[in-house]
């Protein structure tokens, strides 16, 4: 590997260069998705070692971004961030974040003979992909949002996830810095392995309304990593996330770095936080136009990731600002003279997160809402997670719930166990177009309807919903 | 009437929407006007007593291990005088692997069971991954399994039923899961009960009748139940 931003020609890498950007530009042509994944593999054929090839070129070096839920939003807002401060960014922000998705990302984004137009790369990572990320980027900063429970038939269990992620911190440089989640357990005892420096960050707001009562249905790392007892949590968050403490041996969140002090929710709207940085001991005023606790964490983790790269705080409060949302997260659609909000639905701690905002903490939701439910393989082939989600929140509202995707059927039926009157359960046709055709119907005119859709039932119903002028194609952002 | 449910291990055994085997088993006695107890029993914690119906859902390997050693003695013990008194115990997965003599990994010594059924679980070259269909004495059961141990019963021991979609206990006999006084075990997800009323309200009247006598259940309205089982079939034998 050549010396970072030193321009060698290296045969192997033109040629699957010449793969990735040529077919990358065929297949959109085609009309066949963004192109994203395809010319990888071409080109990976070619050059196993293209991202590799690729990163050594960047000058300033790699931010990886990775976790089970947030790692688009938060490497979109670092890449903001590290533009508002006047860096060319390589990012794969369409999303395709397995290794070949990234080269394939970065390729388009380099010259022919693979010299990044770019200073500074931002990559979000698949959390099972991590390993080969970091051995092929040797990232400048590795972020590490949260572990959650995930489609289990993909990832299997989180304690192999959290095995995949050791090895990838053995790999990492001693001059790598870690960015992590502290209000994580899991996380917290994996950054004491990391050869570098780490740099924690957490919520130390303690007002009642953004804390929960008890640990949700959805939780798996509810252990002390060190012992074995159950932890106790002095504040607790959102899922497994807070200020987590083990009574018996006395194991707790370390100090924070980054503490995310007052956090103000409007609904569905924007989200405020206040951090607090240890060094250079100040206060960021960091004010979203994005909503939800989740999105509060997803700035805390860009903050301090940028911050580390020296990033000036009235920089990141600037671009997290005019921050807008990633593909699918939340999207407002007008269609037909109704409002709908889109807000994708992926595993149980987010779907949890999205319930929570929608209806207030749970004390009630009163818009009417529709869940599209799919069993494909990038939503999770086992549907069985609906029932780690805790729609019971939803039983005291009055809003009719409407149902729909491959596995609607399910959907209306766990609806149902959760305490939910039937007389409130619409089921409606699986077909995309039929669905947002019965729900709009069922939607005064002027009204909002939110849409929870899993990841390609957000899909299906995107190409419905453009197919009537109302969106634009996510890979155009 | 009153039901009092055991759930062995809530938090340990809790993988995969397991919880959605004990909603449906508490509501589906609540909408009869049955009283409900549910009581969790984790590691360390004692059994209840008087208890009409245990549950044991699937784990984590590490924490199906902790499991194991903490059944083995006097839980294993009551566990069996129970379920010889007549009382109803539906195990899933991992739980089910447990019901069986032992559990043999690849690279470590064989995890015990607690020896309440003929079994025997290996772990396998493979994960079994995908929707299943069984024919049962119950009719239809759909469900999904995820699975590496291979499971197989001793002489004469009666299995749930037989796979007509997906691969079952081993992948080799066609066999699903277990048979075994007022026990089932197997491996299906989805969650089970929800989608296979007709098991749920079977496992509900074995538990009423040990303390009751003939019971007969008042029917439900179950559209919702149905459409699910339905689409899930036609899911299963479109998918694999």
Redesign the interface.
């Known amino acids: 590997m050549g010396p970072k931003g030193a321009t060698r020609i290296d045969p192997r890498l033109a040629l699957a260069l010449a793969a990735a950007k040529g077919s990358g530009v065929a297949i959109r042509a085609l009309g066949k998705g963004g192109g994203t994944a395809a010319p990888g593999l071409i080109a990976d054929r070619i050059d196993p070692q293209l991202l590799a090839k690729i990163t050594a070129r960047l000058p300033l070096g790699s931010v990886v971004v990775a976790g089970t839920n947030g790692k688009t939003t938060t490497s979109r807002m670092i890449a903001d961030v590290l533009e508002a401060q006047g860096w060319r960014v390589a990012h794969n922000r369409s999303g395709s974040n397995l290794v070949r998705g990234v080269a394939s990302a970065l390729a388009e984004q380099s010259s022919v003979l693979g010299t990044p137009r770019a200073e500074i790369g931002v990559i979000e990572s698949d959390e099972a992909a991590l390993p080969e990320i970091v051995r092929q980027v040797r990232p400048r900063v590795l972020v590490l949002n949260n572990l959650f429970r995930d489609q289990l038939d993909r990832y299997g269990e989180l304690a192999s996830i959290a095995t995949k992620w050791r090895a990838a911190l053995a790999m990492m440089d001693a001059d790598t810095t870690l960015v992590v989640n502290g209000d994580d357990p899991t996380l917290a005892e994996l950054a004491t392995h990391a050869p570098g420096r780490v740099a924690m960050f957490g919520m130390t707001d303690r007002n009642p309304r953004h804390l929960l009562t008890a640990l949700p249905h959805a939780v798996d790392a509810t252990t002390c990593r060190a012992c074995g007892a159950p932890l106790a949590y002095d504040a607790l968050y959102s899922a497994h996330l807070g200020a987590w403490r083990c009574p018996a041996c006395g194991k707790a969140r370390p100090v924070l770095d980054y503490e995310g002090r007052e956090l103000t929710l409007h609904g569905v709207e924007a989200a405020e936080v206040l951090v607090h940085r240890t060094a250079p001991a100040d206060d960021l005023r960091i004010s979203l136009q994005i909503p939800g606790m989740y999105n509060a964490y997803n700035a805390l983790a860009a903050t301090a990731a940028t911050s580390e790269l020296g990033i000036d705080g009235a920089v990141i409060t600037g671009a997290l600002a005019s921050f807008r949302s990633a593909f699918g997260r939340i999207e407002r659609v007008e269609i037909e003279g109704r409002t709908l909000v889109l807000a994708l639905v992926k595993n149980p701690v987010g779907f949890n997160e999205t319930l929570r905002m929608l209806s207030g903490n749970g004390e009630d939701l009163s818009t009417p809402t529709m869940i599209a439910i799919n069993d494909r393989f990038a939503d999770g082939r086992d549907v069985s997670w609906l029932w780690d989600v805790d729609f019971e929140l939803l039983a005291n509202g009055q809003a009719p719930l409407f149902t729909t995707g491959v596995r609607g059927a399910d959907m209306a039926n766990r609806l149902k166990y959760a305490g939910i009157a039937v007389e409130r359960i619409h089921p409606l046709p699986e077909a995309p177009d039929a669905a947002i055709t019965a729900f709009v119907a069922a939607l005064p005119t002027g009204a909002t309807g939110y849409v929870l859709p899993t990841y390609t039932a957000m899909l299906d119903l995107r190409e419905a919903l453009t197919s009537r002028g109302a969106v634009e194609s996510f890979w155009r952002q | 009437m009153h039901l009092t449910i055991c759930w062995l291990y809530p ?1 340990s055994m ?7 085997n004990v ?2 088993l508490e ?1 589906r006695a609540q909408w009869r006007g049955i009283d409900v107890t549910t009581i969790g029993a984790g590691i360390g914690e004692p059994l209840p007593e008087d208890v009409d119906l245990f549950f044991i859902g699937g784990g ?3 924490e199906q291990v902790a499991v194991a050693h903490d059944l083995q003695g006097a839980k294993s013990e009551a566990i069996r005088r129970a379920v010889d008194d007549g009382a109803v115990l539906l195990a899933i997965c991992g739980g089910y692997q447990l019901l069986g003599h032992e559990y043999r990994p690849h690279d470590a010594a064989p995890l015990p069971g607690i020896g309440l059924v003929d079994l025997v679980t290996v772990a396998g070259p493979e994960r079994f ?3 299943v269909v069984v024919e049962s004495e119950f009719g239809t059961l759909v469900g ?1 399994e ?1 699975h590496s141990g291979l499971t197989t019963l001793g002489p004469g021991v009666k299995p749930l039923g037989t796979v007509s979609v997906g691969r079952g206990n081993n992948g080799i006999d066609g066999f699903e899961g277990v048979r075994h006084r007022n026990v089932v075990g197997c491996y299906l ?3 089970l009960l ?2 296979n009323p007709v098991l749920a309200d079977w496992l509900i009247t074995k538990a009423l009748e040990r303390r009751y006598g003939a019971v007969t259940l008042a029917p439900l ?1 179950d559209a ?2 149905h ?2 089982h ?3 079939t036609a ?1 299963a034998v479109a ?1 694999r």
Do not use: V, W
């Open positions: 938090t809790n993988i995969y929407g397991d919880r959605g909603l449906a509501r984590q390997d590490g991954i995908g929707n999904f995820n997800h989805g969650s929800p989608k309205d919702f139940e459409e699910a339905a689409s899930a899911r998918t």
